[in-house]
């Protein structure tokens, strides 16, 4: 019944008494809330405070929660805290309501950001919702991390999380507020796949990438000349995605291209590169063939011809 998608499975209550109570044994739990009508909204409150009591001590593998505006901030509280206490696995979290403030979600930091079971979370928020992870984050068995939509409230706040993950292998930061940071820093000895995109970073953020177990990385920010990017220790990296296509919008064009063309060295060691832009992708695979730093070379001199010729 676990394979089942939840209204499915809690459909099956209608086949005869015995299955009236059998669905609540499921270790899959996802719960959507994204509910217009007031009245259907308390009741999906109550069936959810009802589906969880009549579970009691059964464990829980998978927690999927999203909620839209209306639904107490109390009982999603009580919700989550509950997979967390019965040894979620994995837990994803979409915040479409505009009235879950950063105050509600602080009564959750102890319990989401301390959870050894955890192997992956994912939070989601569309009002962008800024977390601040608390100081004793502990999270020893996390391999995958999806942020999305959200605003850290400092520097120190994301080199907190991701030092807590001493297992860490997937890092996916997309479509985050980054403008307010100083310093974005992604140093992790078994991080495996990095992908930051979508976001804006300030010309004052120096953007420091430290992975030496790294295989893939996907990188398209906006970022201005200004930007100071460190990548190092790339020597495990078989593919990397570059998105270039802000370059088109800088005055200083040169000067930029210099500047993605010193992203480009860093990452000389790959077996598969892409650069993409909004108006044309190129993609070049290496192999004994084909000499790294002459097709560097070749790109360079290429996007400098198409910006200037005729």
């Not at 994912?122 to 995958?144: A, D, E």
């Amino acid at each position: 019944m676990s394979s089942l998608p939840m209204k499915e499975a809690v459909r099956t209550c209608l086949l005869s008494t015995r299955w009236k109570d059998l669905f609540t044994s499921i270790s899959n739990i996802e719960l959507d809330g994204v509910l217009r009508k007031g009245a259907l909204r308390n009741r999906f409150m109550e069936f959810v405070d009802g589906f969880l009591s009549l579970r009691k001590d059964i464990s829980v593998d998978r927690f999927r929660l999203c909620y839209g505006p209306g639904i107490d901030h109390r009982k999603i509280n009580e919700w989550i805290l509950y997979a967390v206490r019965h040894g979620v696995r994995e837990l994803e979290l979409i915040f479409q309501s505009g009235t879950f403030e950063t105050r509600h979600f602080t009564d959750l930091e102890l319990g989401v950001f301390t959870c050894k079971t955890l192997l992956t979370l994912r939070l989601f928020n569309l009002p962008s919702l800024v977390l601040t992870i608390p100081t004793h984050c502990c999270l020893p068995n996390l391999k995958g991390l999806h942020l999305t939509f959200l605003k850290f409230s400092d520097d120190e706040s994301i080199r907190r999380l991701l030092s807590s993950c001493n297992s860490l292998e997937e890092l996916l930061v997309q479509s985050c507020e980054l403008s307010n940071l100083n310093k974005l820093s992604v140093c992790h000895p078994t991080l495996k796949r990095l992908t930051i995109s979508g976001g804006f970073i300030a010309p004052s953020c120096e953007v420091e990438i430290d992975t030496p177990n790294l295989v893939f990385f996907d990188f398209g920010c906006v970022y201005c000349k200004e930007t100071r990017l460190s990548l190092r220790n790339l020597n495990s990296l078989s593919e990397a995605r570059i998105y270039i296509g802000f370059i088109a919008m800088s005055s200083n064009y040169c000067n930029v291209t210099d500047s993605v063309f010193d992203v480009m060295r860093a990452l000389s060691c790959v077996q598969s590169f892409h650069l993409t832009d909004s108006s044309y992708a190129t993609e070049a695979q290496s192999d004994s063939r084909i000499s790294k730093t002459d097709l560097f070379e070749d790109w360079y001199l290429q996007c400098w011809m198409g910006k200037h010729a005729c």
